[in-house]
């Protein structure tokens, strides 16, 4: 893509509102326009990377049997009222037509895919079955002033399973688990799993992936030499300075976090809510078990800018920046350069505007490409290459530059 064509610009000072470093960051570097309080515009360079963080689910999802679909955003309101969610769920938005007639818009899609899947499931052998998808979510959420951490309109994939028994659905349960580590991972984060009650969901365990930084909104306790984690917003059983209760090692420390992910047993209740059953061997009517799994796209992107920036701006890892390079050309250089690499399948960004080369640096480092290469009358035949994360800067050539990791 070619800088001059994008239409975006950069700024230089941050929205007055902006609170956080992500909401700051994402704006001035052209990722992100605010529309109104938690709800944004993704602009070429943030869809870049909404993309690359689906994308990186969706493999994921796929590798343990998910099946994608696409569910609606305007749901019938009997669907709500069937589950106690018109009336219980105060992030619900409610919408009325012009014929008074009432709907739902999704915060969540129990309600859309627990019938759906009440349609072609008849019999056990149709279990286990998961589905998903990377889908808007609307939330009248009270408070909205973390950036794209928490959005009014927020993008999310959401899993969802069924099994015939409750060991079935562990089996599951475990391996989506695993699935959520290695997404983390992945897209460069260390997510802690919180053991949580299910909330408003089912009494049932629930686990929550968290990212520790100062931009989040739960309160953790968490041990430093092994995994044990726990949400404390609504547990008093333990405070900072305890000894671990896990590998009795070193004492607990608070953090704030962020939730990126979490899973939930369901139980019955959406299926019984459906009156979802099916067959077992015996030829006995039951309810399925289902689970539900979601992640926060649009909440993960920003917790990546959280994670990842220093003073200048941000430092994408590199499987969920916008662009592989980012190339700068002074002296009305580096058309030549642009289509080799482009014919070599690197996705660069060609910085060809005619701004002066400071403000090509600045904006270089502000939109955190992992890689930088300058051309101009003084790099000759060479290329100068330089990481975002090093101050060191080599002059390569062309074979080298293709070859580097
Ligand atoms: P929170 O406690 O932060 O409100 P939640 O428990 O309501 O989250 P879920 O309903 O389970 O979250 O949604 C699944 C995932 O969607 C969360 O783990 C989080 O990453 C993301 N998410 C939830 N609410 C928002 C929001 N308002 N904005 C952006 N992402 C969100
Ligand atoms: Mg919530």
């Known amino acids: 893509m070619r800088f001059s064509d994008s239409f975006v610009t950069t700024l230089r000072d941050a929205p ?27 602009l070429p360079l943030g869809q870049r990377v909404l993309n690359k963080i689906s994308q990186v689910v969706r493999e994921e999802m796929d590798a343990i049997g998910g099946k994608e679909v696409l569910m609606p955003l305007m749901h019938p309101k009997e669907n709500w009222v069937k589950t106690g969610g018109w009336d219980k769920i105060d992030v619900l938005f409610h919408v009325k037509s012009r014929t008074d007639k009432e709907y739902a818009l999704a915060q969540s899609h129990e309600e859309v895919v627990t019938p759906l899947t009440k349609e072609f499931i008849r019999t056990y052998k149709d279990l286990p079955l998961s589905i998903y998808h990377i889908q808007w979510k609307f939330r009248d959420e009270l408070r909205s002033k973390s950036g794209i951490l928490r959005g009014r309109e927020f993008l999310m994939k959401d899993l969802y399973s069924w099994h015939l028994t409750q060991e079935d659905f562990e089996e599951f349960y475990k391996k989506a688990k695993e699935a959520y580590l290695k997404v983390f991972k992945r897209l460069g984060l260390t997510a802690k799993v919180t053991e949580a009650s299910g909330g408003g969901f089912s009494e049932k365990i629930s686990y929550e992936f968290e990212v520790l930084t100062s931009a989040g909104e739960a309160n953790i306790l968490y041990c430093s030499k092994c995994d044990w984690c726990v949400n404390i917003d609504d547990i008093d059983k333990y405070k900072e300075g305890d000894k671990c209760p896990s590998c009795k090692d070193d004492v607990l420390k608070h953090s704030l976090a962020s939730e990126v992910g979490n899973v939930f047993d369901l139980g019955q209740k959406y299926t019984k809510a459906f009156d979802f059953k099916v067959q077992n061997e015996k030829g006995e009517m039951v309810y399925p078990i289902m689970g539900c799994y979601g992640i926060g796209i649009t909440r993960t992107m920003g917790v990546i800018v959280e994670k990842f920036h220093d003073e200048k701006g941000i430092v994408w890892p590199k499987e969920v920046a916008p662009f592989d390079m980012h190339l700068v050309g002074l002296n009305g250089k580096g058309e030549e350069l642009y289509n080799k690499l482009k014919e070599n399948n690197i996705d660069v960004l060609f910085d060809d505007r005619d701004v002066p080369a400071g403000q090509k640096f600045a904006d270089a480092d502000l939109i955190g490409i992992p890689v930088r290469l300058v051309v101009s009358d003084k790099t000759g035949e060479k290329i100068e290459y330089k990481k975002r994360t090093s101050d060191e800067t080599k002059l390569i050539d062309f074979e080298e530059l293709i070859k580097m990791p």
């Open 16 to 42: 007055k509102d902006a609170e956080t470093v992500n909401h700051k960051l994402l704006v001035r570097a052209g990722f992100v326009r605010q529309l109104m309080a938690g709800v944004y515009t993704y």
